[in-house]
């Protein structure tokens, strides 16, 4: 069943010590090297029928199960690792990690609740509970855990930009700028909240200030397309259609999504770099056709354009 003898002998023991963590962590990280996931998966059905509550083997199926994915499937199984193992704070937060990556917030929100049952909870938990019960729609019970979090630390900066995220929902922008602020000032280096406080200072024309914090969060993380989509905006929205045009080589070192590449073809458009913004454009369309718009959304004037027209079909 095994090709690796040291995977082999960690398989055989975790049959006669289910209960042993640092082995299961072990094997785990074997797996993780080794790329085996189809023979862990067996070896941990396996397993399981010997030894149906054991936590750490519900877990690292879980994991397996996700790089498989086969995603239903291993939020089952990292919700049997808890269930069997009410202290596995690595299966609660497994499951609503990707509860969330699958689109399930409520699920996330369920899990949180769970283990607050079972774990002291800290303001890092209470931060991740909130942005599940903001995905899931419930802006009070998401500002009501904030506030609960901001208790616990009145500095951090995560739960201060949460509050805010929901008050941006809530087309509440003063409220939501003034916690954004908090967040920043508790950690300079918070990316979300810069990322934000671009989005935001852009749809209150105060571009300059969107600017500086859209480089801020690039400075911070320069492969996230979302703070140069913002910087790129209010270059256009200031007039500097040339410098926008330029930026988009700078940005594409970094990220090469279908959506920027759209944003890079509009900005070209805008700066008179036409071949560029032409090249720009066939890439994206042939691969992401649906996400046309994006081209219109700075630029819509380019649906009478004959190039672009070619380009797309029209």
Not at 68 to 75: G, P
Not at 172 to 184: G, K, T
Not at 276 to 295: M, S
Request: aromatic letters at 12%; a negative charge.
């Amino acid at each position: 069943m095994f090709d690796n003898w040291d995977f082999k002998q960690l398989a055989q023991r975790a049959f006669r010590e289910p209960g042993n963590a640092q082995l299961f962590s072990t094997l785990l990280l074997q797996t993780k090297w080794l790329g085996n996931y189809a023979e862990s998966l067996e070896f941990y059905h396996k397993l399981l029928d010997r030894h149906p509550y054991c936590g750490h083997a519900w877990y690292n199926m879980g994991w397996v199960l996700t790089r498989l994915s086969e995603l239903e499937e291993a939020l089952d199984a990292f919700e049997f690792a808890y269930l069997a193992q009410p202290t596995l704070k690595e299966a609660y937060e497994a499951c609503a990690t990707w509860s969330l990556s699958c689109g399930r917030p409520r699920r996330a929100w369920l899990c949180y609740d769970e283990m607050m049952r079972h774990i002291e909870v800290d303001s890092q938990d209470l931060c991740r509970l909130s942005m599940s019960q903001r995905l899931a729609g419930d802006l009070d019970a998401a500002k009501k855990t904030c506030r609960q979090a901001l208790k616990l630390d009145p500095y951090h900066a995560e739960a201060c930009y949460q509050l805010a995220a929901c008050f941006v929902e809530e087309h509440l922008f003063s409220q939501a700028l003034r916690w954004l602020r908090e967040a920043v000032q508790n950690d300079e280096n918070h990316v979300a909240s810069h990322q934000l406080l671009a989005v935001l200072y852009n749809q209150l024309g105060q571009y300059t200030l969107a600017h500086r914090h859209a480089w801020r969060a690039i400075e911070l993380a320069p492969d996230v397309a979302d703070a140069w989509v913002c910087l790129l905006e209010s270059l256009l929205r200031q007039g500097h259609l040339e410098e926008a045009a330029q930026m988009t080589e700078t940005a594409l070192l970094h990220i090469e999504t279908m959506e920027f590449l759209y944003y890079a073809a509009a900005c070209c458009f805008l700066g008179n770099r036409r071949p560029q913004a032409l090249h720009f454009l066939q890439q994206a369309y042939e691969y992401a056709p649906e996400q046309v718009h994006l081209l219109f959304r700075w630029a819509p004037h380019l649906c009478d354009d004959e190039d672009v027209r070619r380009v797309l079909h029209f």
